[in-house]
DNA sequence: GTAAGGGTTCACGTCGGCGAGAAGGTCAAG
DNA sequence: CTTGACCTTCTCGCCGACGTGAACCCTTAC
């Protein structure tokens, strides 16, 4: 398939996945024409992708470890990929650092408004 | 007294200060050689300054109200400042946004932590 | 053959407070 | 006079997943 047909399908924008190959996450082939070609197996990696994605792996991190972090049904183990789950212990602390500075600003927000 | 010793006093970079010039929230005289020269009620503005940019504002927003939002003991009200309060209001509910999302990706990436 | 609706590759914009380096002027002290 | 601390303006960099034209090529339907 095409981008457009993919795009619609994994629910991203074709602009999305050019982006992705740009970071060397996806590789479709290419038409006589230049046009680049999915295969079908590529919805279920874009879905992968977008979900290491929305839980904060920047595209280098998904990268490394794309193809064997459990994403839906049928669990990959995380033994086969050494450090994601480091990783992902990382990225949860900077979360939650993230979300406590976020909660002080939000005190400090209060403090300005709480004028008489 | 000069951008250096302010800077001591109000406990930021003399780069800050600079930079709050170039955005017309401090506006410092200048010595004969072009240095700039504060005045000692500066180090409370820039207080002000700083209590409002860590609360969520922007320069341009801070530049608005500046002199009228409640910093320290001497409560100035809010009903001086026309606007001042939707403003904050508007900043509490995209930071309360900006929460939930960050919240939501903590869940993801549980998830994705959650392989076997 | 031609219009329409894809597709392609750049390449800059976003959001913004401030870090940082370059190149050089000012001034008090030894 | 000279060092050296401190100051000046200027300007790019950051953090990164995309949005958004611009200018042009491919394919298919009619």
Redesign the interface.
């Known amino acids: 398939m095409r981008i457009g047909e993919l795009a619609r399908l994994a629910g991203v924008s074709a602009r999305a996945l050019r982006h992705y190959e740009d970071r060397g996450l996806l590789v479709p082939g290419r038409t006589g024409g230049g046009y680049r070609e999915y295969a079908d197996t590529d919805v279920a990696r874009v879905a992968q992708i977008t979900?290491?994605i929305?839980?904060?792996l920047n595209t280098a991190t998904v990268g490394r470890y794309l193809g064997c972090?459990?994403?839906g049904e049928h669990?990959?183990?995380?033994e086969l990929c050494p450090g994601l789950?480091a990783e992902?212990?990382a990225?949860?602390e900077r979360?939650?650092a993230?979300?406590a500075e976020?909660?002080d600003?939000?005190a400090?927000?209060?403090?300005?408004?709480?004028?008489?």
Request: charge should be positive; hydrophobic fraction near 45%; charged fraction near 25%.
């Open positions: 979900a290491m929305s839980a904060g972090a459990r994403t669990g990959t183990s995380l789950s992902l212990v990225i949860g979360l939650e993230r979300l976020l909660r600003q939000q400090r927000l209060r403090e300005l408004a709480s004028a008489d």
